[in-house]
């Protein structure tokens, strides 16, 4: 089970961090993706982490800005979001791939983050 917390309303160039807290001892079986869904559009990939950590992905819309971490003594996955963009503006899932093996088997229940110009 994935459950996630943060999100929320901010303005544009401000600054969100997303959590994913996982039940369970096997996290670090785990690599961790965040997905977001616009309305109308398709749900994206936006960041991933491997299950040592060692290898990151952001997709391009994001990198530089977005951060993905993190911590398996705590089984917390985290998405720090700066300089926010009203195309960010989303709901944002995190996600978890068991063994790395490019299947994201497990959800949480998505936050609204909502960008303001």
């Known amino acids: 089970q994935l459950v996630q917390s943060g999100g929320g309303l901010v303005q544009a160039g401000g600054s969100l961090r997303l959590s994913c807290v996982a039940s369970g001892r096997t996290f670090s079986h785990y690599a961790m993706g965040w997905f977001r869904q616009a309305p109308g559009k398709e749900r994206e990939l936006v960041a991933s982490?491997?299950?040592?950590?060692?290898?990151?992905y952001y997709a391009d819309s994001v990198k530089g800005r977005f951060t993905i971490s993190r911590d398996d003594a705590k089984y917390t996955a985290y998405l720090l979001m700066n300089n926010l963009k009203p195309e960010d503006t989303a709901v944002y899932y995190c996600?978890?791939?068991?063994?790395?093996?490019?299947?994201?088997?497990?959800w949480g229940q998505g936050t609204q983050v909502t960008v303001s110009s």
């Open positions: 996600a978890a791939d068991k063994f790395e093996t490019s299947t994201y088997g497990y």
């Open positions: 982490i491997s299950m040592s950590g060692g290898t990151t």
